[in-house]
T-cell receptor, first 113, second 117 residues
Framework: AQSVTQLGSHVSVSEGALVLLRCNYS??????LFWYVQYPNQGLQLLLK??????LVKGINGFEAEFKKSETSFHLTKPSAHMSDAAEYFC???????????FGTGTSLTVIP | DTAVSQTPKYLVTQMGNDKSIKCEQN?????MYWYKQDSKKFLKIMFS???????INETVPNRFSPKSPDKAHLNLHINSLELGDSAVYFC????????????????FGPGTRLTVT
């Protein structure tokens, strides 16, 4: 079975500080991993994806994530938080078969001015 | 030029009613999905259609019935609405993988907030 766990349902950072959102996955085979962002009252937007090409993945808006197989992690980072980064962030895993995604429970990011 | 659109954006109705939510994508994708997001933001897939054919049908009450008239549309019909059906419903689409190891990101619509009173 495959799943993702997002540690910390709420994260608060100061503007300009490092953003670190944690995601650990569970999969019996090499997974595909995604980070999506959901702004208030909007749908989900893809931030970045890992599909085994490179372990460090760069996404939109300055976000990046590193796939660490030994730690079964795919944490999302951004060096300097901006007020516009305040949103809900979802980690998702898929095996590829049927393109079925399994989403984590989400992490709400608050940026303090 | 909205990629994935849903109507209506908000839907307020009473228990026992029947309602439909429509979804259209203009991305040329073969696969479409319905997700339910509850009040705690948890996202769960409900259905997936590939080229008008149902390929994923998670444990969902049979009061929920998806209908795909063509590969650009996937509508969700809900009979006998219950309080617990209140949620945000998201439609999504993606290209269809030709091989098991292929994977394509899903593109989401803006959501339909359903409130059952």
């Amino acid at each position: 079975a495959q799943s993702v766990t997002q540690l910390g349902s709420h994260v608060s950072v100061s503007e300009g500080a490092l953003v670190l959102l944690r995601c650990n996955y569970s999969s019996s085979v090499p997974p595909y991993l995604f980070w999506y962002v959901q702004y208030p009252n909007q749908g989900l937007q893809l931030l970045l994806k890992y599909t085994s090409a490179a372990t460090l993945v760069k996404g939109i808006n300055g976000f990046e994530a590193e796939f660490k197989k030994s730690e079964t992690s795919f944490h999302l980072t951004k060096p300097s938080a901006h007020m516009s980064d305040a949103a809900e962030y979802f980690c998702a895993v898929s095996l590829g078969t049927g393109n079925q995604f399994y989403f984590g429970t989400g992490t709400s990011l608050t940026v303090i001015p | 030029d909205t990629a994935v659109s849903q109507t209506p954006k908000y839907l307020v109705t009473q228990m026992g009613n029947d309602k439909s939510i429509k979804c259209e994508q203009n991305l040329g994708h073969d696969t479409m999905y319905w997700y339910k997001q509850d009040s705690k933001k948890f996202l769960k897939i409900m259905f997936s259609y590939n080229n008008k054919e149902l390929i994923i049908n998670e444990t969902v009450p049979n009061r929920f019935s998806p209908k795909s008239p063509d590969k650009a549309h996937l509508n969700l019909h809900i009979n006998s609405l219950e309080l617990g059906d209140s949620a945000v419903y998201f439609c999504a689409s993606s290209q269809a993988p030709l091989l098991a190891e292929q994977l394509y990101e899903q593109y989401f619509g803006p959501g339909t907030r359903l409130t059952v009173t």
